[in-house]
């Protein structure tokens, strides 16, 4: 039997440094103008050896994304949907969170903004690669919904994601104008939801 080719804090130090690397640069640039090349320079590891730790650049980027499922799910549901202390409330504390997840993370944003990208993830990976997405915070709303409102969750979704568009263009509002333009909308599209 051969030794492996990188000890274990080898492999974990690599894999840290390739997801460091890949949320930065996934972040800035998209999934296919980052090159393999930007990818591992910084890991010290050869083109080739990424394959031993990612099956491809997809891979990469999904587990990216994975990662920061967690926090995004805790600040955005649990420390936001949560805590509200009506539906209403529940609502806007949950699209406020978002929003600052939008202006904050640049790898949700790049998630929210350019939805081929994970087309292109889902594309390459396998189903059961991909149900490790599943149950994320969008599945978590769209219980609280169906629980909480009357009609479709998936249309109640679409009108929150609709919200969620406008931080992407915020450019457009002005910087000053911005954040009252997201209050106001926030409180008319929640008002709407729950009347």
């Known amino acids: 039997m051969m030794p492996p080719a990188f000890s274990e804090a080898e492999r974990a130090r690599i894999t840290e440094q ?8 996934f972040s800035t ?17 050869a083109k080739t050896s990424f394959y031993a730790f990612f099956t491809c650049k997809e ?6 994304a994975l990662r920061q499922n967690e926090e995004v799910r805790r600040r955005v549901i649990g420390e936001g949907l949560h805590q509200g202390a009506d539906t209403r409330d529940a ?14 993370n640049p790898l949700y944003r790049r998630l929210m903004s350019h939805p081929d990208e994970m087309e292109a993830v889902a594309a390459r990976l396998t189903p059961e690669r991909m149900a490790a997405a599943e149950g ?13 409102l009357d009609g479709d969750p998936h249309v109640l979704l679409g009108v929150l994601r609709a919200v969620l568009l406008t931080p992407l263009h915020a450019g457009h509002l002005g ?14 599209v929640t008002e709407g939801l729950t009347s």
């Open 91 to 104: 609502l806007r504390r949950f699209l406020r969170a978002t929003v600052r997840e939008l202006d904050t």
């Open 29 to 45: 640039q998209g999934l296919r103008k980052t090159s393999l090349d930007e990818l591992t320079t910084p890991a010290g590891i």
């Open 136 to 148: 994320g915070p969008m599945a978590d709303l769209v219980a609280f919904l169906g629980e909480r």
């Open 59 to 64: 891979d990469l980027y999904f587990e990216a």
């Open 18 to 25: 390739l997801l460091a690397t890949a949320t930065h640069l």
């Open 175 to 188: 910087a000053d104008l911005y954040p009252t333009v997201m209050e106001r909308l926030i409180d008319a």
